[in-house]
């Protein structure tokens, strides 16, 4: 079966980087996202990855190995407004989306 | 207005209810798709429409019944659902379906709980 795999909890102090970790095991492979999601809020874009490598954004990265089926997200100068809940998502290779339950993170003053 | 909007937010129901959930998107999308969210678990697809035309049932039970009258508008009919279908139902869109870095635009959830 397919499965993406991902922290269910992690906590962090503010201004500080944190790494959230997600595997996956698909049926191919065309791309991984990354959504934010803040509590009774919409889950909102936030990186696409389809090669290997690490993209930059801001204060935000997100890395991938193919080979390893592995991505993670990175938060840098974390911020109080950064809690929130961390998606992942791999399109597979019928372009389904196949999700992860999400990663609560939560940012300590 | 822009964005995808859902209505209502909260919506609280007996089993024998019929009621129905609405989303809206303002961004020119041709997809629209239903989501169902429960507390620690992936979000779950249920419905994906594609220029108005249903392409994805992923086994949902009947009491579920979707319907999309335009590009912009996606209706989610609800009827005698039981206590575990108690979730977020997020509504999506998107440019199309499929290839490239296809981004979903989520609505904020209405939350529904079955009583």
């Known amino acids: 079966g397919q499965n993406i795999d991902q922290p269910t909890e992690m906590t962090a102090t503010e201004g500080a980087i944190v790494q959230i970790n997600c595997t996956y095991q698909?049926?191919?492979?065309?791309?991984l996202f990354w959504y934010q999601q803040h509590a009774g809020e919409a889950p909102t874009f936030l990186s696409y990855?389809?090669l290997d490598g690490l993209e930059e954004k801001g204060r935000f990265s997100s890395f991938l190995s193919r080979s390893k089926g592995y991505s993670y997200l990175l938060l840098k100068e974390l911020q109080m407004k950064d809690s929130a809940s961390y998606l992942c998502a791999v399109r597979d290779s019928n372009y389904q989306l196949i999700w992860g339950a999400g990663t609560k993170l939560i940012i300590k003053p | 207005e822009t964005g995808v909007t859902q209505t209502p937010r909260h919506l609280v129901m007996g089993m024998t209810n019929k009621k129905s959930l609405k989303c809206e998107q303002h961004?020119?999308?041709?997809?629209m798709y239903w989501y169902k969210q429960s507390a620690k678990k992936p979000l779950e697809l249920m419905f994906v429409y594609s220029l108005e035309e249903r392409v994805e049932n992923n086994s949902v039970p009947s009491r579920f019944s979707p319907e999309c009258p335009n590009s912009s508008h996606l209706f989610l009919h609800l009827h005698t659902l039981q206590p575990e279908d108690s979730a977020l139902y997020l509504c999506?869109?998107?440019?199309?379906?499929?290839?490239?870095?296809?981004?979903?635009?989520f609505g904020a959830g209405s939350r529904l709980t079955v009583l």
């Open positions: 698909t049926s191919g492979f065309n791309g």
């Open positions: 999506a869109s998107s440019q199309e379906m499929g290839s490239g870095a296809n981004v979903l635009t």
């Open positions: 961004l020119g999308h041709n997809a």
């Open positions: 990855n389809v």
